[in-house]
């Protein structure tokens, strides 16, 4: 199983990234797939969340309006479009897989965003 996260970097507060998660491994449109975050001395929490057919999400209150999760099944690819970014964005950002057992999770190895003038 892999999840690969690209698409991070530094930005200007205001400005927007998109960050990409390749998965392989396992059956992907079975899984409902997210974006978790950790900045240093903090817990990682959830960002976005995406139903396994794509037909749901839900996002953080502090994320909600700025960021955009979508999934895309024939590609085996999740994507959270961050938008309007502020400094208190900046953490390492994961993707995660998640089957309908809790023991079935997969993590990635996480991409560093940075928002700072």
């Known amino acids: 199983v892999q999840l690969v996260e690209s698409g991070g970097g530094l930005v200007q507060p205001g400005g927007s990234l998109r960050l990409s998660c390749a998965a392989s491994g396992f059956t992907f449109r079975r899984y409902a797939m997210g974006w978790y975050r950790q900045a240093p001395g903090k817990e990682r929490e959830l960002v976005a969340r995406i139903t396994s057919a794509g037909d749901g999400t839900n996002y953080a209150d502090s994320v909600k309006g700025r960021f955009t999760i979508s999934r895309d099944n024939g590609k085996n690819t999740v994507h959270l479009q961050m938008n309007s970014l502020r400094p208190e964005d900046t953490a390492v950002y994961y993707c995660?897989?998640?089957?309908?057992?809790?023991?079935?999770?997969?993590w990635g190895q996480g991409t560093q965003v940075t928002v700072s003038s």
């Open positions: 995660n897989a998640q089957g309908s057992v809790a023991r079935l999770t997969y």
